[in-house]
Nanobody, 121 residues
């Protein structure tokens, strides 16, 4: 069994900061790429940031310079540090990871349950 659990969401004023975490648990050989997506009400889910197993990162243009994705492989955890938050950042944030479980001959993709981020004016 593999699970991804997000935490760290909440309500913050514009200009404030939040740090999201996504911890993977279960039995697996490795975690490959890890990603953060977000989905605002009435909008499609969008990719916010990606980090490869080697630590290379990519960001959506809307968050470049404000958000930082990182990972701690020893803790099987990915983080999203969000600074200078704007009301437009309000959304449910989901982690998404490619994982090779012990009981599978192939890798699988997993979604976390999501954590709400609300940025007020």
């Amino acid at each position: 069994q593999v699970q991804l659990v997000e935490s760290g969401g909440g309500l913050v004023q514009a200009g404030g900061s939040l740090r999201l975490s996504c911890a993977a648990s279960g039995s697996f050989f490795r975690i490959n790429a890890m990603n953060w997506y977000r989905q605002a009400p009435g909008k499609q889910r969008e990719l916010v940031a990606t980090i490869t197993s080697g630590g290379s990162t990519n960001y959506a243009d809307s968050v470049k310079g404000r958000f930082t994705i990182s990972r701690d492989n020893a803790k099987n955890t990915v983080y999203l540090q969000m600074n200078s938050l704007k009301p437009e950042d309000t959304a449910v944030y989901y982690c998404y990871a490619n994982v090779h479980p012990y009981d599978s001959i192939i890798t699988r993709n997993y979604w976390g349950q999501g954590t709400q981020v609300t940025v007020s004016s």
